[in-house]
């Protein structure tokens, strides 16, 4: 018999995260992210299938990066489903970074339904002696 240790805040969180994925939600529905972390700059990566560039924004205030968007609903009411598990309709995610940002510098693409935003981190205050006359 094998033992596992058994983290349960890690169990509730994944539990939470996949409960979230079918929940209804003021903003419709929410994309699934991940994002990262590197020396000199962070990395989101959002998947958008169906979703049309002119209707995915990108902000960012401060330290906070705002995506959101509109995957339009192609349900039709003549139709009748069985199941219907895919979202549709407007989305909004936020994340407080914790380094400043070069605002100027970020990027976005989206490329077969995967978004991918590059922040920049804003470069560290230089340093610099006083020399005391």
Do not use: N
Request: hydrophobic fraction near 45%; glycine fraction near 6%.
């Amino acid at each position: 018999m094998a033992f596992a240790r058994w983290d349960p805040l890690g169990d509730l969180l994944a539990l939470r995260q996949h409960m979230d994925r079918f929940a209804a939600t003021p903003a419709g529905w929410v994309p699934p992210v991940d994002l990262h972390e590197t020396d000199d700059r962070y990395v989101l990566t959002a998947e958008l299938p169906g979703v049309a560039r002119p209707d995915i924004a990108v902000h960012v205030a401060g330290d906070r990066l705002t995506v959101e968007g509109t995957r339009h609903d192609r349900l039709s009411q003549a139709d009748r489903y069985q199941c219907v598990e895919r979202g549709h309709g407007a989305f909004s995610r936020v994340f407080q970074l914790p380094m400043p940002v070069d605002a100027e510098g970020i990027t976005a693409d989206l490329t077969e339904g995967v978004l991918t935003v590059t922040v920049p981190k804003r470069a560290a205050f230089a340093t610099r002696r006083i020399v005391v006359s």
